[in-house]
């Protein structure tokens, strides 16, 4: 089989650890019954020995094998898209698409919502797991209910999500430099005023209904945020010129993609070519795509 998953970009500015939309830019991993186990990488991660020793897509694949006595080798060749440690959900979407191919490998399909709720075993936070699983732009949050047991989390996910139409593009902003999550979160401040906690609940709403209305026009506003984005821009600051030069020049919204170091822009799709090549032109050593939005979530290709 192989298994497809789409890149994320979670937060979407206000909207921290519970928005979050997919991309068409994919990590397809492939696994066939072999002989002899074999771990090949193509793409993103080729050429670092640690994702061929310790590789998290494998060792949940074949522990979960192994867990109900199923005795078998396999061949496993990723070819990776999502750039790493750029917060575009690289980690979600081996966690999403590892335990999509043991639903599929034992039952013969996939339950969306059972391997969401099993992700959020590894992932604690559904913004990025959600759009990698459903699709789409999602909004999710996680409650604790007594007496129920998803896959060993005690949480269950309660998640709505909507399709993007294709007249919107996405162009991703990708620098050289990673900017590692739990470093990110240790950058942020342990309590929050009334003041901005009321700010962002309010954004984050009108984000919301602007993409169940397709209000596009309010979104330079609604994607605006003061609890978590600043700070962390703070780590690598040419990200507020690149947020400035996207918002100048067409950009619907323009946000820091998860915990960065990319970021993300909405625009219309007739406005994506010239939008991509003015910050190309400015950050030459940056990575600068333009692609489609995902309303698929993870897929069995074959």
Known sequence: MVVSVPATSANL??????????????????VVPSVFTSIKIQGEGEGFSKFLVDNIFVNLFKNA???????????FLFHNAIPISRGLGSSSAIIVGALS??????????????VLHASLFYESHPDNITPAVFGGFNIATTERLPG??????????YHLRTSIPSYLKAVIVIPPHTISTKLSRQALPKRCSYADATYNLAHASLMCMAFAQEKW?????ASRDRLHQDKRMKL??????????????????????GS??????????????????????????????????????????S
């Open 101 to 114: 191919a043991i639903h599929h490998y034992l039952n013969g399909h996939i339950n969306k919502e059972e």
């Open 65 to 75: 094998l192994q867990k109900r006595g199923v005795q078998q080798n396999f061949e």
């Open 13 to 30: 500015g206000p909207g921290f650890d519970c928005l979050g939309l997919s991309l068409n830019l994919r990590n397809r991993f492939s």
């Open 236 to 257: 690598y600051p040419v990200l507020y010129g690149v947020q400035r030069m996207a918002l100048e020049c067409g950009a619907l919204m323009s946000t820091l993609s």
């Open 217 to 221: 026009e309010v979104l330079k506003v």
């Open 148 to 157: 129920e047991d998803f896959q060993r989390s005690k949480k269950k996910v």
């Open 260 to 301: 960065g170091s990319s970021f993300f822009n909405m625009c219309y799709a007739e406005d994506a070519r010239a939008l991509q090549a003015r910050l190309q032109g400015k950050y030459s050593n940056f990575r600068v795509l333009s692609l489609d939005f995902d309303n698929q979530g993870v897929q069995i290709e």
